[in-house]
């Protein structure tokens, strides 16, 4: 009879050790699926940005000149917010006094500051840094767009005699040429770099 328990007991034992152990392989699983859902998904994004300014870089470079035109800057917008995750801020120049979409774009630029991290922290190559760095500039530059066009409304509104406004307006024009110069900058370092075929590496389960 006490070998019986004893068989018994030793049984439960290895059911409870072999359940453990499937446990621990299912987690593991779960968290690999999980990384390679962030990776992927964050790789997308960003990949989505670097074509967008690739393939409209001499479109954009005119901001990189601080005397660029009001229709200028319009235009540079409307095409940084093609790509799907910004469509939903496409028309917001056409809105920017609207608290509605004000809102809505800050929770935009607030996705990419997280996105930056969220690239450092998955990815935690060198490759990750300039990539973050270039998430970082398209919403920068993107802000600033939206900063000036604020500014340049209220200016034309109060009439062209607002000294604030025209130092306002001034300053967004340098900000807005610095971040788009440094966001093109960017693009050119991942490509020299080859910074996406040393992130694409690491999607994997």
């Not at 990949?47 to 300014?53: A, H, I, K, L, S």
């Not at 490759?127 to 409304?153: K, P, S």
């Amino acid at each position: 009879m006490e070998i019986v328990k004893l068989i018994i007991s030793i049984l439960t034992a290895l059911t409870a050790v072999i359940a453990l152990v499937i446990s621990i392989s299912q987690i593991k699983e779960s968290n690999r699926q999980a990384l390679f859902d962030r990776r992927l998904k964050a790789y997308l994004k960003i990949r989505w940005m670097f074509e967008n300014v690739n393939y409209f870089e001499k479109e954009y470079v005119v901001l990189q000149d601080n005397d660029f035109t009001n229709e200028q800057l319009l235009n540079v917008y409307e095409k940084m917010t093609l790509i799907s995750p910004l469509s939903s801020i496409r028309d917001y120049l056409q809105n920017v006094i609207d608290k509605k979409y004000i809102e809505l774009f800050r929770t935009k630029i607030e996705e990419l500051k997280e996105l930056c991290e969220e690239i450092c922290l998955i990815f935690k190559d060198e490759e990750a840094h300039v990539l973050a760095d270039f998430v970082f500039y398209y919403g920068e530059t993107l802000l600033w767009i939206c900063n000036y066009e604020l500014d340049y409304r209220i200016y034309i509104r109060n009439g062209s005699n607002d000294d604030k406004y025209i130092n306002r307006i001034n300053n967004g024009k340098y900000m807005v040429s610095n971040n788009i110069n440094h966001l093109i900058e960017t693009a050119k370092t991942i490509t020299k770099e080859n910074a996406f075929d040393s992130i694409r590496k690491r999607i994997k389960l």
